[in-house]
């Protein structure tokens, strides 16, 4: 975590016979200690649609609170999908007040070719809306790109793929 740090700084004034300067100032030092996202939530209303969908992208689903929730999870992380059973209860307010199906926006690192990415996508019965294109992805702090695809899953959100060099 971050916290207050004492900082001496140093000067010499101009001249051949200037003294030294000593300045002690108080400096905020922040460190993140965030490491990476752990999942994230979206409501969904096509229910087996998306679920079947995910599974053909190759996605692992894991239905242990269905069927109020399902998510598809990959590597160290998952999307949860908030059925309309849950997300239109009323009950349930740890969500975003005003996420509705569609609003999902997500990028996903694709760690094959272009051809396994193009014929993964294709048997899945993905329409590629957009690429391939250059993007700027967030690795190296957002500096490097990549080369995405972007396709949209039966409730309408946002999926990307790229490949980074």
Request: net charge negative.
């Amino acid at each position: 975590m971050g916290g207050l740090k004492i900082v001496e700084l140093f000067g010499i004034g101009p001249g051949p016979f200037a003294s030294s300067v000593i300045t002690t100032v108080l400096q905020w030092e922040t460190t993140m200690s965030i490491k990476a996202i752990d999942h994230a939530a979206i409501p969904i209303n096509n229910v087996e649609e998306m679920l079947s969908f995910y599974r053909r992208l190759g996605f692992d689903i894991s239905d242990e609170h269905a069927p109020q929730l399902y998510s598809i999870d990959f590597g160290d992380n998952k999307i949860n999908f908030h059925t309309p059973q849950l997300w239109q209860s009323g009950e349930f307010s740890l969500r975003g007040p005003t996420a509705v199906p569609g609003c999902g926006d997500f990028c996903f690192v694709w760690e094959g070719n272009e051809e396994d990415l193009v014929s993964m996508l294709e048997g899945a019965g993905a329409e590629v809306i957009e690429g391939p294109v250059e993007r700027v992805g967030g690795r190296d702090k957002g500096r490097t790109v990549g080369i995405s695809r972007y396709i949209r899953d039966p409730d309408s959100n946002l999926l990307e793929f790229i490949i980074y060099p």
